[in-house]
Nanobody
Framework: VQLVESGGGLVQAGGSLKLSCVVK????????VGWYRQGSGNVREEVAC????????FYSDAVKGRFTVVSDQPADTVWLEMNDLKETDTAVYYC???????????WGQGTQVTVFS
């Protein structure tokens, strides 16, 4: 299994970024992808997720209403659309093969998002 993120960068507070995660090698057609981030506190936290079996989406309280997960199963790609970005969103963002941290087996390489005011 391989997950590859792209789309990070530098953005002013209030701006938007769109991250993508291309997945290869999942054992079935279920495209479950979780998004996580690790900021200066060095703790990796759950941000958002789409469950591949029923398409349910989950968001942390910190990003709810600002971030949206979009799934394109035929393309094996999941996007994280991030709007109204805040400095506190600055982190390395990772996609992974599970919606809960303790169940992750495979991680992407990470992409840096930096929000400045």
């Amino acid at each position: 299994v391989q997950l590859v993120e792209s789309g990070g960068g530098l953005v002013q507070a209030g701006g938007s970024l769109k991250l993508s995660c291309v997945v290869k090698g999942y054992p079935d057609d279920s495209l479950t992808v979780g998004w996580y981030r690790q900021g200066s506190g060095n703790v990796r936290e759950e941000v958002a997720c789409v469950a591949g079996d029923d398409g349910a989406k989950f968001y942390s309280d910190a990003v709810k209403g600002r971030f949206t997960v979009v799934s394109d199963q035929p393309a094996d790609t999941v996007w994280l659309e991030m709007n109204d970005l805040k400095e506190t969103d600055t982190a390395v963002y990772y996609c992974a093969d599970a919606c809960t941290l303790k169940f992750v087996d495979f991680w992407g390489q990470g992409t840096q998002v930096t929000v400045f005011s």
